[in-house]
């Protein structure tokens, strides 16, 4: 009885752990580490091997064989990985995207929020869901080119996690970036526009929590501001 406790606790203890391992990761931003190009504020320019973890919010890369964390955010002006620029905009590193409408900055954050465990049948709850299972405990590894999972083998877990965006979104408008996470910013920073905003979302049932969803809506203000 004794040891049938102690083996109890230690599997409660261990899908504790793996809980908290989905809240506390590193969600990356790129599939791989890749080489990108960094200019400084002063002038300086550097090419690293980095990613971005789009949960912690910090720029990683490899000096050497060593894993870093790059810890002057707001001294970088721009940053370029392959084809896509970034720049810092009040202490986020943020994503250019522009068009003839005019640039939107989106800061990628994500995080995993529990969607409980998976049912009788396979069933999960509704939505798009990943089960992050396959634990071997004690030799548990995050994987960089599917940052969603968990590799390992042993032990299974029924948590089922979903991945969702927490972005934040810069919209320019006569010289002034006003800052977007909800639609209840995005109303009260364009008050002019709010009620055909508000009407554009409702009709078409969109939000700000999923990025196509508010993509959408910020190039229908942008629709609205060139008119």
Known sequence: ???????????????????????????????????GHIQFYNGSTVNVKMNFDARGQKIYYYDGETLMEMTNLPAIKTLTVQDRIFVVREGLLCEVFDNEKGPVLVNWKFKNVNKGSKGALGTTTQG???VLSSLDFGHTTYSTANPGKLEGKGVHSAEVWERKNDNTYFVPLDDQWYRIKTLKDLYTAFPAQAAQL????????????KAEDAFKIIDYLQTLLTE
């Open 198 to 209: 508000k009407s554009y979302a409702k009709s078409n049932y969109l939000t700000m929590i």
């Open 128 to 130: 798009k869901v990943e």
């Open 1 to 35: 009885m004794k040891r049938f406790v102690t083996t109890f606790l230690l599997l409660c203890a261990a899908l504790l752990s793996f809980a908290q391992n989905q809240q506390f990761e590193r969600l990356y931003l790129f599939p791989d580490f890749t080489v």
